[in-house]
């Protein structure tokens, strides 16, 4: 098995067969959990913290300043070759990932993943669908972690959307089918971030975390966020994370429980996690939280396994 997580921005992890572990612009997210064999820095050499907390003195760091154009470093069944300026192509087991800098590389689409910063390189969508087998966005926003919207804007056919704390096996041939993906639940996701203020944090197999912004157009006479928002919130995280498990199809029962005050909160924060996944029935519990870390509501929803 070979695993690529994403870990937010720029930021990823690639863990090959060997348990070699590569990180790839290490800076954001917050699964460091693992110390590098190899580091790969493609956008600046200066250390950052979290550069420093997974260096060991066995770790391998890569730069511009170390590895010059056409070069070669091998290390533990990993190797990397800097293509272009700020191009590499790292070879990993028997795959190879190519992470684009701000200018088009000659390449030859050959490559099994192309890692693709949004918004610093500056190519067509024409050209950057034949960079690659398949195109993953990083670099979706200056200052989030990931940006879906700008994701899903890309037109690209052969695109493959890994939002942070999201990891996939790069041996797969078959990854989840995106373009089923986009019809079916990124277009709720849109919609809540238009009529919630809702920033999906994270989603991967059965797991969910989003935040919504509470605005003036929420808060009922009381001074309360109206109980019907705080619940649709809910269950839009809940079907996320329904979809996230693999499953498709409608909601069968939901109970909800309203647990203490949301008065002068200016954000609630949704957790939802897949807690029984059956073959005809999937039950999602979700926690809601205030801007204080506080538990101010939770709710269990029951979705049917549709075939």
């Not at 992890?13 to 693992?34: A, E, F, H």
């Not at 391998?60 to 700020?86: C, M, S, T, W, Y």
């Not at 999201?166 to 277009?187: A, G, S, T, V, W």
């Not at 999937?282 to 205030?290: A, K, L, P, Q, T």
Request: proline share 3%.
């Amino acid at each position: 098995m070979t695993e690529l997580l994403c870990l937010g921005d720029w930021s990823c992890r690639i863990t090959s067969s060997q348990n070699t572990v590569l990180y790839i612009n290490p800076d954001k997210g917050k699964d460091y959990s693992r110390k590098a064999d190899i580091i790969l820095q493609t956008t600046e050499t200066n250390k950052s913290l979290v550069q420093l907390h997974i260096t060991t003195d066995q770790t391998k760091i890569i730069n511009p300043d170390l590895l010059g154009v056409g070069d070669k470093f091998n290390h533990q069944g990993i190797q990397i070759e800097r293509i272009a300026d700020g191009a590499y192509r790292i070879s990993v087991d028997d795959k190879k990932i190519l992470v684009c800098g701000k200018q088009e590389s000659i390449v030859d689409g050959k490559d099994d993943y192309a890692l693709v910063p949004i918004l610093y390189m500056q190519i067509s969508e024409e050209r950057m669908a034949n960079l690659a087998k398949q195109i993953i966005p990083v670099h979706t926003s200056e200052v989030a972690l990931f940006d879906y919207r700008v994701a899903i804007a890309l037109r690209v056919e052969n695109k493959l959307i890994i939002e942070p704390s999201m990891m996939i096996d790069l041996q797969e041939k078959n990854h989840r089918n995106l373009k089923e993906l986009e019809n079916q639940l990124y277009p709720l996701l849109l919609d809540a971030a238009e009529k919630f203020h809702m920033t999906m944090i994270c989603m991967n197999d059965g797991y969910a975390m989003a935040q919504m912004l509470v605005t003036k157009k929420d808060i009922n006479p009381l001074g309360l966020v109206y109980g019907g928002i705080s619940y649709n919130f809910a269950d839009i995280v809940a079907g996320c994370t329904f979809y996230s498990a693999g499953g498709y199809g409608p909601t069968v029962s939901a109970n909800y429980e309203y647990l203490r005050s949301t008065a002068d909160t200016e954000s609630l924060v949704a957790i939802a996690k897949d807690i029984k996944r059956g073959k005809h029935i999937h039950f999602i519990e979700v926690e809601i939280y205030n801007d204080m870390a506080k538990l101010v509501a939770k709710g269990g929803f029951t979705y049917y396994v549709q075939k």
